[in-house]
């Protein structure tokens, strides 16, 4: 199962927020990443959590992020792809309905699954004045990154119930990898919600719909639901989704052109 981003209160906009348990470092040294991000790779940081304790001291933070290598031009990955495109294609196939298919949307989505995963990459996370230290990276690209901030530490750096942090990387890296946080507000109403034909058109019970609107389409909102969820986050609500679409996917869910939502 996979953990969606709370919408913001002019757009909803999924990202992926597990929490994870206290395991790593806190310093006020330098701010560096701890192991080099070479300048092929990528680091995606997910939209995190931060949820108050209930005597409101201090509030727990979860950052969870990706580092990877994009791969389009290996032979190997070559073949994959023109394999998996060519797999997807003949699945999806509907004589009535292939007229608004698109090969450049699929490839560009599928690339996503044939990325070079990164794994003991350990990344350094600038966290207002001080870094943060993450886990190394799994096999599959994810690290994770949980800690504790005082009360005063979050009034200072939240623009209204978001904190933004980013990868802290070598001086000679110029790159920006930025993540957000989104403060779970104790006294707010909880929406959780599901992705799939709730918000966006999927078409679940027909597999070769799914394809069709996964990989082949651009994503299509439910109608009337974006303005139902911007009203109530108007209102003060605050809303999680939860969802088992593949991670590889939140970078084009996140898009809001993409998404349309």
């Known amino acids: 199962l996979v953990t969606f ?16 348990s206290d395991s790593l470092n806190q310093s006020d040294a330098p701010i560096q990443s701890t192991t080099p991000i070479r300048s092929d790779e990528q680091v995606l ?11 409101r001291t201090n509030w727990k933070i979860s950052i969870h992020g990706w580092v990877f290598e994009k791969e389009s031009n290996s032979p190997t990955r070559k073949l994959l792809l023109s394999t998996m495109k060519r797999a997807v294609i003949e699945s999806a196939s509907n004589d009535s309905q292939n007229n608004d298919l698109s090969e450049a949307l699929l490839e560009r989505r599928l690339l996503a699954f044939l990325a070079d995963n990164e794994r003991r990459k ?32 979050i009034e200072r750096l939240r623009r209204t119930d978001r904190i933004d942090f980013r990868a802290a990387l070598s001086d000679k890296d110029h790159r920006d990898f930025r993540g957000q946080i989104v403060l779970m507000q104790p006294s707010a109403v909880l929406v959780i919600s599901d992705i799939d034909d709730t918000i966006k058109v999927t078409e679940v019970r027909d597999k070769r719909a799914v394809l069709r ?24 609500a605050q809303i999680l989704y ?8 939140y970078p084009e ?9």
């Open 213 to 236: 609107n996964t990989f082949l389409r651009p994503f299509v909102a439910v109608e009337g639901m974006a303005d139902r969820y911007r009203g109530w986050t108007e209102n003060g």
């Open 45 to 55: 940081f997910f939209t995190g959590l931060g949820i108050e304790s209930s005597d």
């Open 242 to 249: 939860l969802s088992a679409s593949p991670w590889q996917l």
């Open 5 to 20: 981003a709370i919408l913001t209160a002019d757009c909803p906009c999924p990202g992926q927020s597990p929490i994870q």
């Open 122 to 153: 350990t990344i350094a996370i600038q966290w207002g004045d001080r870094t943060v230290t993450a886990t190394p990276s799994e096999a599959d690209g994810p690290f994770f990154a949980s800690f504790t901030a005082d009360a005063k530490e």
């Open 253 to 261: 869910l996140q898009d809001r052109k993409s998404t349309r939502l």
